[in-house]
């Protein structure tokens, strides 16, 4: 078995019927690669054999009632991939609206948790073409983030890709192993009695990051603090629906902007998402005064030697919607997140993951439910949304035989912050996948096609 660290397991506890904590993912791809041809048949063998090699995707939670600590992670002895993989049909005429449509939906499902927490949907009728005609299909993922962060999910992903369209399947790799509810909660006691010794040095740790803090404030240069985010419109509870949109850009003009105004891929990455935004509020008469507060997951992969699939802690970042002119704007954000990853970088990178190890189910639980039924999500949002940006491979890829021509992420979306915007960059594209709740953001379509306008719009401001 393999024990859960506090941050995988709070994903578990944060969970609720209105906020499921997977991540998904909307994939392009061009059946025309598949060597012999495509059929759902023949794609759901290759699946099985490639995730012999990739335990993760065979096991399950267990836990025990005498468990003082997080669950574990077993192998599923009865794991059945059809019970994972799933096919269905978009209706006519199978475009983007459609596809959104039912991949929203989909979205809003939770993963049963008596299996190993993914799914898979293909998706056939893409554009009204046949698959197996050298068509289109589309793929959505779901996969726990008690699973994955950003990196770890992103790694799967090419596990599970080649590339090489007919590259041979790698060797199978044995799983976790078993576990019984006595091994379960022995080992969680052990785990537990341990609690007082793993604070003592969390607590000089947490003392130096808020002395640091505090002088950072003092001579600001301390990143956006939370609970300090404006009111917006998809600031508030949200339902269990879901809506999704995507867009695609040229990684090239990205570049372009990046060179231009000397700043780093992730700053034209936020300013595409700041003038977006801007626009979208400021059309609805809606923008307020002060700065949108975007929250930034940072992977701590290489920086933590801590256990469990979860390596990420945060940052605030300041989208300075407040400015009107594109040119000054990102150089402010640029600014911005200079001055926040300094002090991201003064923080301990493993300061959540040690805080997390004392999660409770139960006050985790409560907690989020309170924050749900009360007017803080909306009058005192935490921040405005979650921006992400994953890097992926500029190289053609191939997933089961077929070609992937985008790769669309989708993150969690929470109380009080009901739109998350993750970008990959993939084969020279930069793939823009938007998800929210449709009660606070009905017209997602919107915020997605923007993305090509605010493109031009930096382009311009480089002339």
Request: glycine letters at 8%.
């Amino acid at each position: 078995m393999q024990r859960l660290s506090g941050l995988d397991a709070s994903f578990l506890y944060l969970e609720t019927p209105s906020q499921p904590l997977h991540v998904c993912s909307i994939l392009e791809l061009d059946t025309s690669t598949m060597p012999g041809g495509y059929s759902f048949d023949r794609l759901r063998d290759e699946l099985a054999i490639r995730i012999k090699a990739m335990p993760q995707f065979r096991e399950k939670l267990a836990d025990s009632a005498f468990n003082l600590d997080h669950p574990v992670w077993v192998d599923d002895d009865t794991f059945d991939i059809s019970r994972h993989l799933h096919r269905i049909g978009l209706p006519p005429p199978g475009g983007r609206m459609e596809l959104s449509e039912i991949c929203g939906h989909i979205a809003g499902l939770p993963l049963d948790r008596s299996r190993p927490l993914w799914e898979m949907w293909v998706i056939e009728g893409v554009a009204g073409t046949d698959a197996q005609q050298n068509g289109r299909l589309a793929l959505m993922t779901k996969v726990h983030h008690a699973c994955v962060d950003g990196v770890t999910g992103a790694n799967l992903m090419s596990q599970l890709c080649s590339t090489e369209a007919d590259a041979p399947p790698p060797e199978p790799v044995d799983g976790v192993g078993g576990a019984n509810t006595m091994q379960i909660a022995v080992s969680g006691l052990a785990k537990f009695a341990s609690r007082p010794l793993h604070l003592a040095n969390v607590l000089p740790n947490t003392a130096a990051s808020v002395a640091k803090t505090v002088a950072r404030a003092r001579s600001g240069q301390a990143m956006a603090r939370p609970f300090a985010a404006p009111r917006t419109t998809f600031n508030a509870s949200i339902t269990g629906h879901r809506n999704i949109a995507y867009a695609q850009l040229d990684l090239g003009d990205i570049k372009k902007v990046k060179d231009h105004f000397n700043v780093k891929v992730n700053d034209v990455v936020m300013a595409l998402v700041s003038g977006v935004l801007r626009q979208f509020l400021f059309d609805r008469g809606e923008l307020p005064e002060s700065s949108l507060v975007a929250m930034v997951p940072v992977s701590v992969h290489g920086k933590s030697d801590r256990p469990g699939r979860n390596q990420v802690s945060g940052l605030f970042s300041s989208l300075q919607t407040h400015i009107a002119d594109p040119a000054e704007r990102i150089k402010a954000i640029a600014d911005a997140n200079s001055v926040a990853k300094q002090h991201s970088s003064a923080i301990s990178a493993t300061l959540l993951q040690d805080w997390s190890q004392f999660a409770a189910p139960a006050v985790f639980g409560l907690a989020m439910r309170a924050y749900a039924k009360t007017r803080l999500t909306r009058s005192r949002p935490v921040h405005n949304l979650v921006v992400s940006n994953v890097p992926g491979p500029q190289m053609p890829l191939y997933l089961l035989g077929c070609e992937v021509k985008a790769m669309y992420p989708l993150g969690p979306i929470f109380h009080g912050s009901g739109l998350n915007i993750t970008v990959m960059s993939l084969n020279g594209k930069l793939n823009v996948g938007l998800i929210a709740c449709p009660e606070l953001v009905p017209d997602l379509w919107e915020l997605a096609d923007d993305f090509a306008v605010g493109m031009e719009e930096l382009l311009l401001a480089t002339r």
